[in-house]
Nanobody, 123 residues
């Protein structure tokens, strides 16, 4: 089970730190991702981190966001800075097994999902 937290209402230019806590599974061998879904839009990739700590980001958040993992705490976090109204969405944590240096960014690549946490950025 994956449980997200840390969402909320923030003004444009502000910051939020989202967290994803895993229970019933150890994420140390997992490839972890963050996705988001805005109203009326498809779920889209935001950022991901491999079991080895390699990261990649959607172009629109690169430079403003940092994904990190703490395997000892079985958590993954997404620090988002300089937030924009277009970042408003429900943010989801996702997990899958990590294989070598493969990178994953499609919704269908991930088999485990959290319930999501709402992020609202006001202008």
């Amino acid at each position: 089970q994956l449980v997200e937290s840390g969402g909320g209402l923030v003004q444009a230019g502000g910051s939020l730190r989202l967290s994803c806590a895993a229970s019933g599974r150890t994420i140390s061998n997992d490839y972890m991702g963050w996705f988001r879904q805005a109203p009326g839009k498809e779920r889209e990739f935001v950022a991901a981190i491999s079991s080895a700590g390699f990261t990649h980001y959607q172009d629109s958040v690169e430079g403003r966001s940092t994904i990190s993992r703490d395997n000892a705490k079985n958590t993954v976090s997404l620090q988002m800075n300089s937030l924009k109204p277009e970042d408003t969405a429900v943010y989801y944590c996702a997990a899958r097994l990590s294989y070598g240096n493969s990178r994953y960014s499609r919704v269908t690549d991930f088999g485990s999902w959290g319930q999501g946490t709402q992020v609202t950025v006001s202008s």
